[in-house]
């Protein structure tokens, strides 16, 4: 099974900080037809989860562009450039290149230092 | 306006069953996958189960394999997690989630699930 590895499991940020997330998975996340199916998902304080990023890089409908997703292969960063007070929550890699297990990492809070 | 909403929750014994369901409304359910994903309390996310639009594809996790089964009724809109043999680890929120290519692009506000003796 693909193993998604998440650091740091929390990150302490001042407001306009920019934060940095790692998510290394334990096989290339490259499927044959060249895509990349690694998603970002942010679950705020008490709500269900949203969706952030797809394709390693590309936005979600309505997520701001102080979000940016990049990496390939086996290594993939999220970046928020500055951090907002809505950003705060748990923030989840997600692979589903090797269907039909489809992974979760474990998770970074990402919380006010 | 999308809107997922799940029921069927609550308190069982282990080894018992129970039918969780999802109500979809506000697009076309007959055109979309679907998902379970759980989170265990305090824990993180776990998918748990997907189902193709038509149900032609059905997958399932390794830990509910053999005992969950996934399904949907499109002309109700509905989709459900008929649970099995259940298993005090089995204790979750469980969401239900509109799969896009994009990804999980619309989640439910989860449905608990407490199996407990």
């Known amino acids: 099974d693909v193993v998604l590895t998440q650091t740091p499991v929390s990150l302490s940020v001042t407001l306009g900080d920019q934060a940095s997330i790692s998510c290394r998975s334990s096989q290339s996340l490259e499927y044959s037809d060249g895509y990349t199916y690694l998603e970002w998902y942010l679950q705020k304080p008490g709500q269900s989860p949203q969706l952030l990023i797809y394709e390693v890089s590309n936005r979600f409908s309505g997520v701001p562009d102080r979000f940016i997703g990049s990496g390939s292969g086996t290594d993939f960063t999220l970046k928020i450039s500055r951090v907002e007070p809505e950003d705060l929550g748990v923030y989840y890699c997600?692979?589903?290149?090797?269907?039909?297990?489809?992974?979760f990492g474990a998770g970074t809070k990402l919380e006010l230092k | 306006e999308v809107q997922l909403v799940e029921s069927g929750g609550g308190l069982v014994q282990p080894g018992r069953s129970l039918k969780l369901s999802c109500l979809a409304s506000?697009?076309?359910?007959?055109?979309?996958?679907m998902n379970w994903i759980r989170q265990a309390p305090g824990k993180g996310l776990e998918w748990v189960a997907s189902?193709?639009?038509?149900?032609?594809?059905?997958y399932y996790a390794d830990t509910v394999k053999g005992r969950f089964t996934i399904s949907r009724d499109n002309a109700k809109n509905t989709l459900y997690l008929q649970m099995t043999s259940l298993r005090s680890e089995d204790t979750a929120l469980y969401y239900c989630?509109?799969?896009?290519?994009?990804?999980?692009?619309?989640w439910g506000q989860g449905v608990m699930v407490t199996v407990s003796s």
């Open positions: 506000g697009f076309t359910f007959s055109n979309y996958g």
């Open positions: 989630a509109r799969h896009h290519t994009m990804g999980f692009d619309y």
């Open positions: 997600f692979q589903a290149t090797h269907d039909p297990m489809y992974t």
């Open positions: 189902i193709s639009s038509s149900s032609s594809y059905i």
